[in-house]
């Protein structure tokens, strides 16, 4: 039972446009999502964070927006670049702080 | 300020061995998780450790059992490895048990021959 999906495997944005990765998730009780940006050979890197009593948070070119209703949540980055590159993950807690449930990723390729 | 750090890097071992995993925290960390991360798959929760105890765990059979040590840092054993166990496993640290981002360590690769 798949909690947390991101459907779209890859993603290939022009330099300078936004992209956007989306992430559905089916369990209520999620309660704080989060993205990670993940490169080959590395463990994933924390990017933003959003907790459920919230519908947008924003850090710099990153933005996620949350829309509990439709139990989907997005990351815009404005513009992307191509150091943007990677797997992103989104990820859900239902507790707070404790186990992370992780989508399969979306690739996303950003070219010049 | 050192990030997570895991050892070793890279390992290999026959079906039937058994492994031991390390990870020490964020500086400032207090908390630890691990996590299983097959190829093309997200990352898998097994278990978390705070206070030196077990507080949450995945759906990870018995073989896979770990240690908090007063210092924060953390082990992972595996016993009787499976050809399926060949996977990345990665730390994650956080601070205490509230709303924190878990930051990741780059991880050891297993392979099971």
């Known amino acids: 039972d798949q909690q947390v999906k991101q459907n779209s495997p890859s993603l290939s944005v022009q330099e300078g446009r936004i992209s956007i990765l989306n992430c559905d998730y089916t369990?209520?009780?999620?309660?704080?999502f989060l993205w990670y940006k993940k490169y080959p050979a590395e463990g994933p890197t924390f990017l933003i964070s959003i907790s459920s009593i919230k519908d947008k948070n924003e850090d710099g070119r990153f933005t996620v927006f949350l829309n509990k209703s439709a139990k989907h949540l997005s990351l815009h980055i404005v513009p992307s670049q191509p150091g943007d590159s990677a797997v992103y993950f989104c990820a859900a807690s239902a507790n707070q702080g404790g186990k992370l449930i992780f989508g399969q990723g979306t690739e996303l390729s950003v070219k010049p | 300020d050192a990030g997570v750090t895991q050892s070793p890097t890279h390992l290999i071992k026959t079906r039937g061995q058994q492994v031991t995993l390390r990870c020490s925290p964020k500086?400032?960390?207090?908390?630890v998780s691990w996590y299983q991360q097959a190829l093309g798959q997200g990352p898998q929760f097994i278990f978390q450790y705070y206070e030196e105890e077990e507080r949450q765990r995945g759906n990870f059979p018995d073989r896979f059992s770990g240690h908090q040590f007063p210092n924060y840092s953390s082990e992972l054993n595996v016993n009787a490895l499976l050809l399926g166990d060949s996977a990345l496993y990665l730390c994650?640290?956080?601070?205490?048990?509230?709303?924190?981002?878990?930051?990741f360590g780059d991880g050891t690769r297993l392979s099971i021959l």
């Open positions: 369990n209520s009780m999620f309660d704080y």
């Open positions: 500086s400032g960390h207090d908390t």
């Open positions: 994650a640290s956080s601070r205490g048990q509230g709303i924190q981002p878990q930051h």
